[in-house]
């Protein structure tokens, strides 16, 4: 039982070059959810995924897509990755997106843009 | 809307010596609360919750932490802190209306052998 995996750990692009970021959990959990963290600022939401099939914004989507390929699966896609995306990006699921439920977390993606 | 503060930056205690990291919090509804520890260069690992019932919630690693409904406060506690606590501690909360978990900014704890 791994948890929650993100991949890749660490990743250095240019200004304009586009990526994905991939997420798995193997919890049989429903809601996904993406982060980014920067010193001072917290944790804040990117995109979530109440369900197979949905996501929604959270609270900094621009810049962002994602896709929740199946319940396992969640990805973030940067298009065009500019400076001010470089951060820690955690991926977290959750079994149900209840406002009770505990969120687990992946060990994160340490993105820089120059 | 929801938030939460953290109101030190930094909270430094000697090995032995009780701790205390502040949380504070604002909802419209009732609030769901919960702790998280992030050690160096990993993700963040739960330590408990209150959702309902008493106030004072108990977690891993001998961490406890108190619901205060009238001073909206949520501390975390420890009675006798070790090195290995040293580590970036966050508060969260949601209402009960299923929106979005909010996180707090983060305390980093030292302690000090």
């Not at chain 1, 692009?13 to 798995?24: D, F, I, N």
């Not at chain 1, 809601?31 to 914004?57: C, F, H, N, V």
């Not at chain 1, 079994?95 to 977390?105: K, M």
């Not at chain 2, 604002?26 to 050690?39: D, E, I, R």
Request: proline share 5%; glycine share 8%; charged share 15%.
């Amino acid at each position: 039982n791994a948890g929650v995996t993100q991949t890749p750990k660490f990743q250095v692009l240019k200004t304009g070059q586009s990526m994905t970021l991939q997420c798995a959990q193997d919890m049989n959990h429903n809601s996904m959810y993406w982060y980014r963290q920067d010193p001072g600022m917290g944790l804040r939401l990117i995109y979530y995924s109440a369900s197979e099939g949905t996501t929604d914004k959270g609270e900094v989507p621009n810049g962002y897509n994602v896709s929740r390929l199946n319940k396992r699966e969640f990805s973030l896609r940067l298009e065009s990755a500019a400076p001010s995306q470089t951060s820690v990006y955690f991926c977290a699921s959750s079994t149900a997106g209840a406002s009770t439920d505990t969120q687990y977390f992946g060990p994160g993606t340490r993105l820089t843009v120059l | 809307a929801q938030s939460v503060a953290q109101p030190e930056d930094q909270v430094n205690v000697a090995e032995g010596n009780p701790l205390t990291v502040k949380c504070t919090y604002s909802v419209s509804g009732n609030p769901y609360l919960f702790w998280y520890v992030q050690y160096p260069n990993r993700g963040l690992q739960f330590l408990l919750k209150y959702i309902t019932g008493d106030n004072l919630v108990k977690g891993s690693y001998g961490f406890e932490a108190e619901f205060n409904k009238s001073q909206t406060s949520f501390h975390l506690k420890k009675p006798s802190a070790l090195v290995s606590d040293s580590a970036l501690y966050f508060c969260a909360v949601r209402d009960s209306g299923n929106t979005p978990l909010v996180f707090g900014k983060g305390t980093r704890l030292s302690v000090i052998a």
